[in-house]
Nanobody, 125 residues
Framework: VQLQAFGGGLVQAGGSLRLSCGISGRTFIGYVMGWFRQTPGKEREFVAGINWSRGTTNYADSVKGRSTISRDNAKKSTAYLQIDSLKPEDTAVYYC??????????????????WGQGTQVTVSS
């Protein structure tokens, strides 16, 4: 299974960005997709997650209300993370990950089986 995250870049504060994550290498794309982010010197933190089969989502407090995780209805193996009203503190490398164990949670790194390589998001003030 390979995950490819892309869509990062340099954005001004207040702007928006949509990150994409594509899954390949396996017909079944898993149960949960999560987005995490990491800045130098800090642990990776959960941002958002979506359960494909239940259609449920979960967001970190830091992005709740200005972020949307979704799935491409045509390309079932592609998911998106839209973040609006970007802040300088959103600057990080963003990673997508997929969980094949149908966990009831979203936020635990260890529940995810495969990870993408990360895409850099930089928000300028």
């Amino acid at each position: 299974v390979q995950l490819q995250a892309f869509g990062g870049g340099l954005v001004q504060a207040g702007g928006s960005l949509r990150l994409s994550c594509g899954i390949s290498g396996r017909t079944f794309i898993g149960y949960v997709m999560g987005w995490f982010r990491q800045t130098p010197g800090k642990e990776r933190e959960f941002v958002a997650g979506i359960n494909w089969s239940r259609g449920t989502t979960n967001y970190a407090d830091s992005v709740k209300g200005r972020s949307t995780i979704s799935r491409d209805n045509a390309k079932k193996s592609t998911a998106y993370l839209q973040i609006d009203s970007l802040k300088p503190e959103d600057t990080a490398v963003y990673y997508c990950a997929v969980d094949y164990s149908n966990s009831a949670t979203y936020t635990t790194e260890s529940q995810y089986d495969y990870w993408g390589q990360g895409t850099q998001v930089t928000v300028s003030s």
